[in-house]
Nanobody, 121 residues
Framework: QVQLVEFGGGLVQPGGSLRVSCAAS????????MNWYRQAPGKERELVAT???????NYADSVKGRFTISRDNAKNTVYLQMNSLKPEDTAVYYC???????????????WGQGTQVTVSS
């Protein structure tokens, strides 16, 4: 069984910073691409940032220059450092990973339960 668990959400003032983490655990053989998504109330879930196993990254235009995605392959953990936060960044942030479970032939998509990030004064 594979689980992704997010940590680190909370309330932050506009202009502030926050780091969210996502740890994968369980019977894991390998982890490929990992992503952060977010979903604001009344809106569709959107892709925020992507990182490959080798460290190549990609960002949504709305967060470029403010957010940084990184990962620690030894810890099966991905991070999202969020700086210069704006009220419109308020959302539930979800971790998504392509994981190869031990004993399985193919990678599978796994999702975390989400963590709330609220940007408000």
């Amino acid at each position: 069984q594979v689980q992704l668990v997010e940590f680190g959400g909370g309330l932050v003032q506009p202009g502030g910073s926050l780091r969210v983490s996502c740890a994968a655990s369980g019977s894991i053989s390998s982890i490929g691409v990992m992503n952060w998504y977010r979903q604001a109330p009344g809106k569709e879930r959107e892709l925020v940032a992507t990182i490959t196993r080798g460290g190549n990254t990609n960002y949504a235009d709305s967060v470029k220059g403010r957010f940084t995605i990184s990962r620690d392959n030894a810890k099966n953990t991905v991070y999202l450092q969020m700086n210069s936060l704006k009220p419109e960044d308020t959302a539930v942030y979800y971790c998504n990973g392509r994981v190869l479970p031990i004993g399985m032939p193919n990678f599978r998509d796994y999702w975390g339960q989400g963590t709330q990030v609220t940007v408000s004064s």
